[in-house]
C-alpha cells in the first residue's frame, strides 16, 4: 500500500531530528573538505605581524619562555587554535599564546603586557592615533563572537590549564578554575554528590557564561549563575592579586556578576553547592505545523508567574521551556524541539512532573521524545552535542514580554528569514530560534548584580536567540546581516506594541549589539566607575580586545 503524504513527511521529520541530535558526520563531504581548507592550519600564521606585535611577543618569550606558544611550535599551535567552539574564532591567528600554570605566572605576563599597552598609551598621545588592543583572553571559547577571545596578531591568554574543581569540606561552595568547562565542573562534583547552578551546555566555559550572567536549570530556584558567587580570584590591570566578596572589594564582587571582562582576569570562582539530585530533561521534537500550539503552550506556561492561582504558579523546579524552531538548509524542511527540565523529579513516580503533566506541551503531538530523568551530566551533555565544534556560529538577541501577538510576530521573523537563506545559498546553513523564560524574579535570587532586571515589574519576559551556523566563510557576512535584520524586525514591532524590553542577555548577543546599555543607565556608570578605580589606564577597556566594552 503506497504511503500517505502525512506518512512521508512524518518520516522525513523523523530523519531531520535524528539529523539534529546526532549531527552526522560531514566530514567527508565536499563541504567539510572546503571548510577545512580554511582552517588556520593552512594559513601563514606568521604573516603580517607589525614590528611592535613581533617586540611584545619578544618580551614574552624572553621573560616567561616555558609558559608561551608561537607559531614555530606548530603541532601546540594549531591544537591551540583550533580549541575554539566556532570556525570562525579558530581563523584568528595570534603573534603567541600565554598559557600560564598558575596565578603568579598569570600575573607576570599581564605586568608586561600593562607596560607594552602604557609605552603604547603614551606614543599615542605623541602621534594622535589610535591605541590598538593587544591582548585577548579565553576561558572556554565557546563565543559565537569571533573576537570575544580571540586577536589577530595579538597576544592570546589561555587559561585552560586553571582547571581546579575543589569542593570546601562542608559541602556547601565550591572552587572552579576559570579554565573549565561545565563537564569538568558537573563530573567532579558528581562524585561528591554535589552540584551547582550552572551552565544547561556541558561544553561551555565557566568563565564566560558566569561574567555574563549566566542562565541555568536552577535559575527558577537560585536565580542567575552569577549570583551565586562568592568570590573572584582577580588578576588587576597592574598584576596585583585580589579576591572580590561581599566584605572584600564589593564593588568589584557585584560588578563581575555579569561585567564581562572589563575589570580584570578571573582565575577562579568561588561558588555556593548544594546536593546533587537526578534531573527530568529531553526533548520533544514535532511537526512544522505544530508552530501555533507551541506558541501558545509557551505562552500559557511562561504566564503562570501571574496567575495568582497557588495551583497554577510555576514551579521552581520547573526549567525551560525552550522552544526552538529550525530550518535545515540541507535537506530543505523545518522541525520544532522543546527542551523541558524539571530539577527535583519524584523518584517514586514515573513519567511527566505534574507541572509539565498539566501544560499544553503534553498535549501536543509528537514525533519523538528524549524526556527521561538523568545525571546532570547527561542532561547537560544532551544539549552540548546538538551543536559540537567545527562550525562557524553567529548568534543574536532581544527581549520581549510575554505576549502572544509578539510571539507570533517574533516566530514570523523566524520564517521570513528561510527565503533570504535559499536565495543566497547559504551551505549547511542551520537557522533556529530559541524561545525562552527570562524572569526578573530570577535577577532577585541571590546576590545583587548590575543586569538591571531587578527594577520594575515581575512580568514574565521571554528571551528570544536566533543561533546559526553554516559551513563557509564565504557566507559569513550575508549570515550576519540576516539575523541582524531579524532582530530589527522583532524589536519594530515590539516597539510599536509597547511589548518590549531595554534587556539584552551578554551571553547571546551578536557583535554589533550593545548590552550594557542595556543594563540600564545606573548600573552603566556604576560598571564604568568600578573599571575607572580598579583599572584606571583602561588595560582591559582599550587593550583587551575581546568582549563587549563598556565605553562602546
Known amino acids: 500500500m503506497a504511503l500517505s503524504w502525512l506518512s512521508y513527511t512524518c518520516i522525513a521529520i523523523l530523519l531531520a531530528t535524528v539529523y539534529i541530535r546526532k549531527r552526522l558526520s560531514v566530514r567527508t563531504s565536499q563541504l567539510q573538505r572546503d571548510a577545512e581548507a580554511e582552517k588556520p592550519g593552512r594559513l601563514r600564521l606568521d604573516d603580517g605581524l607589525t614590528a611592535s606585535e613581533r617586540q611584545l611577543r619578544a618580551k614574552l618569550v624572553a621573560a616567561i619562555p616555558h609558559i608561551i606558544i608561537t607559531p614555530d611550535k606548530a603541532t601546540e599551535?594549531?591544537?591551540?587554535?583550533?580549541?575554539?567552539?566556532?570556525?570562525?574564532?579558530?581563523?584568528?591567528?595570534?603573534?603567541?599564546?600565554?598559557?600560564?600554570?598558575?596565578?603568579?605566572?598569570?600575573?607576570?605576563?599581564?605586568?608586561?603586557l600593562k607596560r607594552d599597552f602604557d609605552l603604547r598609551v603614551e606614543r599615542a598621545k605623541a602621534t594622535g592615533e589610535a591605541v590598538e588592543s593587544i591582548f585577548a583572553i579565553r576561558g572556554g571559547g565557546h563565543s559565537a563572537v569571533a573576537g570575544a577571545s580571540s586577536i589577530k596578531g595579538g597576544v592570546l591568554i589561555d587559561l585552560s590549564l586553571f582547571k581546579q574543581v575543589v569542593p570546601a569540606k562542608d559541602g556547601r561552595s565550591v572552587v572552579i578554575g576559570a579554565g573549565c568547562k561545565w563537564i569538568d565542573v558537573y563530573s567532579e562534583l558528581e562524585r561528591e554528590g554535589?552540584?551547582?547552578?550552572?551552565?544547561?551546555?556541558?561544553?561551555?566555559?565557566?568563565?564566560?557564561?558566569?561574567?555574563?550572567?549566566?542562565?541555568?536549570?536552577?535559575?527558577?530556584?537560585?536565580?542567575?549563575?552569577?549570583?551565586?558567587?562568592?568570590?573572584?580570584?582577580?588578576?588587576?590591570?597592574?598584576?596585583?592579586?585580589v579576591t572580590a566578596s561581599e566584605q572584600d572589594k564589593p564593588d568589584l564582587w557585584r560588578a563581575l556578576k555579569g561585567g564581562g571582562n572589563n575589570f580584570g582576569i578571573v582565575t577562579s570562582f568561588t561558588v555556593r553547592s548544594f546536593a546533587a539530585k537526578n534531573v527530568w530533561s529531553g526533548f520533544l521534537y514535532l511537526l512544522p505545523w505544530k508552530a501555533p500550539g507551541v506558541l501558545s503552550a509557551f505562552h500559557t506556561f511562561v504566564a503562570r508567574t501571574l496567575a495568582g492561582e497557588l495551583d497554577q504558579r510555576l514551579d521552581p523546579y520547573a526549567a525551560g521551556p525552550l522552544a526552538c524552531f529550525t530550518y535545515l538548509q540541507s535537506v530543505g524542511i523545518q522541525a520544532i524541539s522543546v527542551h523541558l527540565a524539571h530539577t527535583a523529579p519524584d523518584t517514586k513516580r514515573r513519567g511527566w512532573p505534574e507541572c509539565w503533566r498539566s501544560s499544553g506541551f503534553q498535549k501536543l503531538g509528537r514525533v519523538w521524545s528524549t524526556l527521561n530523568t538523568r545525571s546532570l551530566v547527561g542532561a547537560t551533555?544532551?544539549?552540548?552535542?546538538?551543536?559540537?565544534?567545527?562550525?562557524r556560529q553567529e548568534f543574536a538577541t532581544t527581549t520581549i514580554k510575554n505576549d502572544k501577538l509578539t510571539l507570533e510576530a517574533t516566530h514570523k521573523a523566524y520564517r521570513d528569514a528561510i527565503p533570504k537563506i535559499k536565495k543566497h545559498g547559504i551551505k549547511g546553513m542551520n537557522w533556529t530560534l530559541v524561545l525562552q523564560p527570562c524572569l526578573p524574579s530570577w535577577a532577585r535570587t541571590g546576590d545583587v548584580n548590575p543586569l538591571g532586571l531587578d527594577e520594575g515589574s515581575d512580568e514574565p519576559l521571554v528571551n528570544v536567540q536566533f543561533t546559526v551556523n553554516w559551513a563557509l566563510e564565504q557566507h559569513d557576512e550575508v549570515v550576519r546581516a540576516i539575523t541582524k535584520e531579524a532582530i530589527e524586525q522583532i524589536d519594530a514591532f515590539a516597539s510599536e506594541h509597547g511589548t518590549g524590553h531595554r534587556y539584552r542577555y551578554l551571553n547571546y548577543c551578536a557583535a554589533w549589539q550593545k548590552p550594557f546599555e542595556s543594563y540600564g543607565e545606573d548600573n552603566l556608570n556604576f560598571l564604568k566607575g568600578v573599571s575607572e578605580k580598579v583599572d584606571p589606564e583602561g588595560l582591559f577597556q582599550r587593550g583587551c580586545g575581546g568582549g563587549f566594552k563598556l565605553a562602546s
Open 77 to 112: 599551535f594549531k591544537e591551540s587554535m583550533n580549541a575554539y567552539w566556532d570556525q570562525k574564532a579558530c581563523e584568528v591567528p595570534p603573534a603567541c599564546v600565554v598559557q600560564p600554570r598558575n596565578v603568579w605566572e598569570l600575573a607576570q605576563a599581564v605586568k608586561i
Open 194 to 241: 554535589l552540584v551547582v547552578a550552572g551552565g544547561r551546555n556541558s561544553a561551555v566555559g565557566v568563565s564566560g557564561l558566569t561574567l555574563g550572567g549566566g542562565l541555568s536549570f536552577f535559575s527558577p530556584q537560585y536565580g542567575f549563575v552569577c549570583n551565586n558567587v562568592l568570590e573572584y580570584e582577580v588578576v588587576l590591570a597592574d598584576g596585583r592579586i
Open 381 to 391: 551533555d544532551e544539549l552540548g552535542v546538538l551543536n559540537p565544534p567545527g562550525r
